[in-house]
Nanobody
Framework: VQLQASGGGLVQAGGSLILSCSASGHTFSSYDMGWFRQAPGKEREFVTRISRGGGRTYYEDSVKGRFTASRDNAKNTVYLQMNSLKPEDTAVYYC?????????????????WGQGTLVTVSS
């Protein structure tokens, strides 16, 4: 699976962005999809995961109620709607594909990664 993330940019605190991740190469609907982020000097951290059918989502506590993951399997695309953005959300955001497993917050659970897209939130 090849993943291509896009949609990052500069936004003021309180603003919104929508990230997209397009997939090609294998059957997109066979994979659970995750979003991770990595701030400067920090480790990559889990943000959200959406099941292969889109019916189940999981969120890191700090983004609950502000971020929403969705997917369109017909378009081989997963989205991350980010609202009420805060300066601490500034990071490179990565999408990733997982063939399964219970440890969905771990980077090791994911088989394929996109190249990342930078989100900068100014105060």
């Amino acid at each position: 699976v090849q993943l291509q993330a896009s949609g990052g940019g500069l936004v003021q605190a309180g603003g919104s962005l929508i990230l997209s991740c397009s997939a090609s190469g294998h059957t997109f609907s066979s994979y659970d999809m995750g979003w991770f982020r990595q701030a400067p000097g920090k480790e990559r951290e889990f943000v959200t995961r959406i099941s292969r059918g889109g019916g189940r989502t999981y969120y890191e506590d700090s983004v609950k109620g502000r971020f929403t993951a969705s997917r369109d399997n017909a378009k081989n695309t997963v989205y991350l709607q980010m609202n009420s953005l805060k300066p601490e959300d500034t990071a490179v955001y990565y999408c990733a594909a997982s063939s399964g497993g219970i440890h969905y917050t771990r980077t090791s659970n994911y088989d394929y990664w996109g190249q990342g897209t930078l989100v900068t939130v100014s105060s």
